[in-house]
């Protein structure tokens, strides 16, 4: 008796109609339909017949065989229950052809995907004829086919591959209420989609990562469900880990994954989103991290976290090109703006006439602008400044040569702008210099709806 009878091993059996003596892989989606897990390879005889075989147990999830190339491929839902699995197609079809022996799963997989393929087929028949006759069939088409997949899934409640497809879709939406006017409450739609988003996953199954759901499934939360201010993040974030708390390793990504895409968020001043994960999941002890990359995590808290929006920006105090002492906190305007640069930074140079532009077109409005060199080579300093006609700008130079711009004001990379209220408190950070006009309108329009 094999090995995989017994529940040890996996026999994975395709007989493929229409290829012959060629290498195929088989492997696992990865949290994304980008990443792949191989597990293991097999020949392809005259006839077609490829067997995976093995002693060792291969985890559940949502397997692809590819072709050689990796120009075609064959899904294969592996529950971890179902050992040994035949497939019999063809390549003129490889959905329409499909057989399957030895796994309900599988049975119920592909005969999803032929009603799937016929339904789409008739409604793209219809779709060329554009007519009211070819909507109503193929509203009826639609309609069947919702029939067949609720009939599909409520009759296999406990399989892997109804919890594969309902985490594929979104969440249905009963009949939302409608307001005095007599529209749909659209707040009430979104509310219920977000409270509902999570519904098909179960985080305590760890097949759920080898399918590729997860990832793009929380990016589309993040992006377009949660209010993009720090806050809004926050709360979030810290409910969504502890959704995911009750595996360990789904934990450990979502963490990594939410810290990776705030450490240099696309939205200005989300930065706060990251700080707070550093402290209350790396810096804590709650994740697993070495000993040298808690170091870095908390050397960039240390600096960010007294750079984040709202809060006041800190001391900094230089010398300008005439040997005086020019103080960020004692600079009168409404508005701030300060510009960090390197002399010898090209796109610093690029920069530099466009902030310019900007300071002559806006300086009336109580604007302020401050350029603020990185570098301590003064001759190239001052001939920046007469070279890109800023000498009517505030210009700031380190005389003493004493600041670390990069762990004092987190000056990665020039040019780095910030821009400051009349209280010195921080309102945008990292700003590139050609939004700096459209983002002080939007903000002075906020600032005039409040009033």
């Known amino acids: 008796m094999s090995a995989h009878v017994l529940g040890q091993g996996y026999r994975i059996e395709a007989n493929i109609k229409g290829v012959r003596d060629s290498s195929f892989i088989i492997g696992h989606y990865n949290r994304t339909p980008n990443q792949f897990v191989p597990k293991d390879t097999a020949k392809a005889d005259a006839s077609g017949k490829i067997v995976f075989e093995g002693t060792t147990n291969l985890p559940g999830g949502l397997y692809v065989i590819l072709f050689p190339g990796n120009q075609r491929l064959i899904e294969l839902v592996y529950s971890g229950k179902e050992t040994n699995i035949k497939l019999e197609t063809d390549t003129t079809d490889l959905i329409g052809s499909m057989k399957v022996i030895g796994s309900k799963e599988n049975e119920i997989f592909y005969k999803y995907q032929q009603e799937l393929k016929n ?61 005095a006017n007599g529209k749909t409450d659209s707040i009430w739609v979104f509310n219920y989609y977000k409270s509902h988003y999570w519904d098909a996953f179960d985080f305590s199954d760890a097949r759920i990562v080898n399918t590729p759901f997860l990832e793009p499934k929380l990016d589309r939360y993040f992006k377009n469900l949660v209010v993009q201010v720090p806050d809004s993040l926050i709360k979030d974030a810290d409910a969504i880990v502890k959704k995911v708390s009750v595996n360990k390793d789904i934990k450990s990504w979502v963490v990594f994954y939410i810290a990776n895409q705030y450490e240099n968020p696309k939205t200005v001043g989300t930065e706060a989103l990251w700080v707070h994960m550093a402290e209350k999941y790396y810096l804590s002890g709650d994740m697993d991290v070495t000993a040298e990359n808690k170091k870095r995590i908390a050397e960039k808290v240390n600096t960010l976290k007294y750079l984040l929006v709202n809060k006041t920006f800190p001391p900094l105090s230089l010398t300008d090109q005439n040997g005086k002492k020019v103080s960020v906190q004692t600079i009168p305007a409404e508005y701030t703006v300060l510009f960090f640069y390197a002399p010898t930074c090209g796109h610093c140079k690029e920069a530099s006439p466009v902030l310019k532009a900007f300071y002559d077109k806006n300086k009336a409005k109580g604007i302020k602008v401050m350029a603020i060199s990185t570098e301590h080579n003064m001759e190239e300093w001052k001939s920046f400044i007469k070279n890109y006609h800023l000498e009517d700008i505030i210009n700031g130079f380190d005389a003493l040569q004493q600041i670390d711009f990069n762990r004092k004001f987190d000056v990665v990379t020039t040019p780095t702008i910030y821009i400051l209220d009349k209280n010195k408190k921080i309102i945008a950070r990292k700003m590139p210099v050609e939004q700096l006009e459209d983002f002080l309108n939007y903000y002075q329009n906020k600032m005039a709806r409040k009033l």
């Open 119 to 179: 339904s789409s087929k008739q409604i793209e028949q219809f779709n060329k004829e554009n007519g009211a006759d070819s909507r109503n069939k193929i509203k009826d088409i639609q309609q069947s086919f919702a029939t067949y997949r609720q009939k599909m899934l409520s009759e296999n409640p406990q399989s892997f591959t109804a919890q594969l497809l309902k985490m594929s879709a979104d969440p249905e939406i009963p009949a939302a209420p409608k307001l």
